[in-house]
T-cell receptor
Framework: QKEVEQNSGPLSVPEGAIASLNCTYSDRVSQSFFWYRQYSGKSPELIMSIYSNGDKEDGRFTAQLNKASQYVSLLIRDSQPSDSATYLCAVVSGSARQLTFGSGTQLTVLP | DTAVSQTPKYLVTQMGNDKSIKCEQNLGHDTMYWYKQDSKKFLKIMFSYNNKELIINETVPNRFSPKSPDKAHLNLHINSLELGDSAVYFC????????????????FGPGTRLTVT
């Protein structure tokens, strides 16, 4: 079983719609959760961190965490073509507190 | 004033050669990492150094050897390069690490695209 799982997509949404990206993780004691955005040919860029159950909002982005279900999601409201990228879910786990990444979800926002 | 920098950006070399990639961070972070991203875009950790001490050493061939001269620098030396080493290598840093309090948010360098022919 993969430690961090994401739907690989591709996920396509029309401009202005809400894009919903999902992630599950296997380590029950994980405490820190991150979403990274990676444009083609670029490096991963941290866009959201979440540590407590519930929602965390930052502009058009909302991260949601449910530790009981071992589930974290990212909502992008009013999606723009510039949001088209691969979104990586990452979880801090293990005794060395390393960051484990999911395989990423490719998002395309259609004009 | 780039936060995490890597050199070179591109590296094309032949099988059997030895090459190095350099990484520097000016964020004042204590922990640095090397990741490999393959053609399927999966990002996998290779090594982690916390204040010059190796704390993560994943299953990586012995041909790969990290070196950390100080906590702001982490270099990666690769011996006897093979075709399968072709990938993008990312350096990253974070404030926290094993035994070090702080944020585990990691910040990535621009990457080094290694092509072995």
């Amino acid at each position: 079983q993969k430690e961090v799982e994401q739907n690989s997509g591709p996920l396509s949404v029309p401009e202005g719609a809400i894009a919903s990206l999902n992630c599950t993780y296997s380590d029950r004691v994980s405490q820190s959760f991150f979403w990274y955005r990676q444009y083609s040919g670029k490096s991963p860029e941290l866009i959201m961190s979440i540590y407590s159950n519930g929602d965390k909002e930052d502009g058009r982005f909302t991260a949601q965490l449910n530790k009981a279900s071992q589930y974290v999601s990212l909502l992008i409201r009013d999606s723009q073509p510039s949001d088209s990228a691969t979104y990586l879910c990452a979880v801090v786990s293990g005794s060395a507190r390393q960051l484990t990444f999911g395989s990423g979800t490719q998002l395309t926002v259609l004009p | 004033d780039t936060a995490v920098s890597q050199t070179p950006k591109y590296l094309v070399t032949q099988m059997g050669n030895d090459k190095s990639i350099k990484c520097e961070q000016n964020l004042g972070h204590d922990t640095m990492y090397w990741y490999k991203q393959d053609s399927k875009k999966f990002l996998k950790i290779m090594f982690s150094y916390n204040n010059k001490e190796l704390i993560i050493n994943e299953t990586v061939p012995n041909r790969f050897s990290p070196k950390s001269p100080d906590k702001a620098h982490l270099n990666l030396h690769i011996n006897s390069l093979e075709l399968g080493d072709s990938a993008v290598y990312f350096c990253a840093s974070s404030q926290a690490g094993r035994g070090v309090a702080g944020s585990y948010e990691q910040y990535f360098g621009p990457g080094t695209r290694l092509t072995v022919t």
